[in-house]
């Protein structure tokens, strides 16, 4: 699903996110009952109806948990932070986290979204997409 | 729906095998539940396998090496429950009538696919091509379960300890010396706070059953059969940020409401468990969502020493998955063996006194979004 942009990187599902006008995630939300999910799925888990849009959630969203992984699968970076951050529509998503002091960080702080490399390509480039990082 | 009986159990040893593939542990695991039901191989009429990612074929590869051709066989995959997946499959062909003698087997070898580390998932979900392994969503339930309760790292450690004590008396474990709080936090920090004794080790091995329906229990039994009081498969629900991460999965309570329901008995009847320890933090959670306690209080039956041989609920005799193995096709099945042995009561310094009813949890899977991929409880009766 990576899709590549240049010579440099990649990027994966750049559907999933926007950086435009702030850094955001694309979920889906069901027309019919109103709900989220991320991503986007082909029928709406919670009342079945298959009319479902695009979606931004908001910027900000809530730490609920991370860990820093240290050890992982091949062609990714060790250490870096993953983390559960809840959305006030009513999603939670994982991702990756940058972070200046990662063993510092609270759980409930507010995150935000950035977009920076995740791991590499067999061909040793990055793969970069959505990432949480501290409220500044 | 017909009475169900388990007459014969096997298993291999737990550990590193690379120079024993899937069908050479998987023949050893089936003879022995079948030399232990004491029939002969050609009644068994139909055969499940579980596995994960042991290739095309892998049920009959295996029964080819032992004769057992011919008959169907159906090769079930649930992630981590595969096992037990199948173990519910034959239970359920039996009660719901359509056979009467079935083997329900589970293997895996891992060491030939993997040397070491976190266990490989679909890089389709979007969460793994983040960087999620098990053990990093273990550990988010970890932190978030410790910051709630207050709970330290020595406790979650505690849970090693136990672990490990157990399985210095199983002949078959992986892991067999046991430990102490110190040496459990001191190995190497995988995904925060979980340590690598926090984590279960990659192994390979194959356990098996022989079940048959109540008509001919009495017929075939040459040891003391064991009932199946309750047998429930499900598959989680979407989950959503109204549930903390480390609440107790909705899954394994649903499930194994089903289980109690259909045995009519509940959490305070169990002498027994055999638990889904994949990590030290699972145990606790665990406990909490098959009614052993109440949500947050798992580290207290630990703290206590309930769940340790001598306690009142004692869970994982054989050492669990933490300590015996988790060779996820076959981890279900190893479960089994142990409730089986210890209904028997054959399971000498690690025998649970006068255990009479026994419960089976297995769990498959994770993701962030779904509450597990599969979930499967027993609950057997001597």
């Known amino acids: ?136 | 729906m017909r009475d169900v009986y388990i007459l014969g159990v096997g298993t291999t040893a737990c550990g590193r095998f690379p120079d024993k593939p899937a069908h050479i542990l998987g023949r050893e695991a089936a003879w022995t539940a079948i030399k232990d039901a004491g029939i002969h191989p050609r009644k068994i009429e139909i055969a499940f396998c579980g596995h994960v990612y042991q290739g095309m074929g892998v049920g009959q590869r295996t029964l080819k090496e032992i004769g057992l051709v011919g008959q169907p066989v159906v090769n079930v995959e649930g992630a981590c429950g595969s096992g037990t997946l199948s173990l519910w499959e034959a239970w359920r062909s039996i009660s719901y009538g359509q056979y009467d003698i079935v083997l329900a087997l589970g293997v895996e070898n891992l060491s030939r696919i993997l040397s070491g580390g976190p266990l490989p998932l679909e890089e389709d979900d979007i969460e793994v091509a983040m960087g999620m392994g098990m053990p990093a969503l273990y550990a988010m339930r970890a932190k978030r379960y410790m910051e709630e309760y207050g709970v330290t790292a020595e406790q979650l450690a505690k849970v090693v300890v136990k672990s490990r004590k157990h399985a210095a008396l199983n002949s078959i474990a992986q892991y067999r010396k046991e430990t102490t709080i110190e040496e459990v936090l001191s190995s190497p920090m995988i995904a925060d706070p979980l340590t690598r004794s926090q984590c279960c080790p990659v192994g390979d091995a194959s356990a098996a059953a022989v079940l048959c329906s109540g008509e001919l229990v009495d017929k075939l039994a040459t040891k003391k059969p064991i009932k199946v009081l309750g047998c429930a498969a499900q598959s989680g629900k979407y989950s959503t940020p109204e549930k903390l991460i480390c609440d107790p999965s909705e899954n394994v309570a649903r499930t194994s409401r089903m289980a109690y329901e259909m045995a009519g008995l509940g959490p305070e009847d169990m002498d027994v468990a055999e638990i889904h320890d994949a990590f030290s933090i699972a145990e606790m959670i665990v406990y909490e969502a098959l009614g052993f306690c109440e949500k947050g209080a798992g580290v207290r039956l630990i703290e206590e020493e309930r769940t340790s041989l001598g306690g009142d609920i004692v869970v994982n005799p054989g050492g669990g998955l933490l300590s015996r193995g988790h060779p996820i096709g076959a981890t279900g099945l190893l479960q089994t063996a142990e409730i089986v042995w210890q209904l028997r009561g054959e399971v000498g310094a690690r025998q649970v006194q006068d255990a009479k009813v026994g419960i089976i949890e297995t769990m498959g899977g994770a993701q962030p979004a779904m509450d597990g991929i599969t979930c499967v409880v027993s609950i057997l009766g001597a």
């Open chain 1, 1 to 136: 699903m990576s899709e590549k942009i240049n010579d440099q990187n990649e990027i994966y599902r750049p559907d999933l996110f926007s950086t435009t006008p702030r850094p955001h995630l694309i979920a889906g939300r069901c027309k019919a009952c109103g709900k989220y999910t991320f991503p986007k799925y082909y029928a709406c888990p919670f009342c079945f109806s298959d009319d479902l849009e695009d979606a931004p959630l908001s910027p900000i969203g809530t730490l609920h948990s991370f860990t820093i992984v240290r050890r992982s699968m091949p062609d990714y970076q060790v250490p870096y932070g993953l983390g559960l951050v809840d959305f006030p529509e009513g999603v939670r998503v994982m991702a990756q986290i940058e972070a200046d002091n990662l063993e510092g960080l609270k759980l409930d702080t507010k995150m935000e979204i950035t977009v920076g490399p995740v791991r590499k390509s067999n061909d040793g480039k990055d793969i970069v997409s959505y990432k949480f990082c501290p409220v500044s």
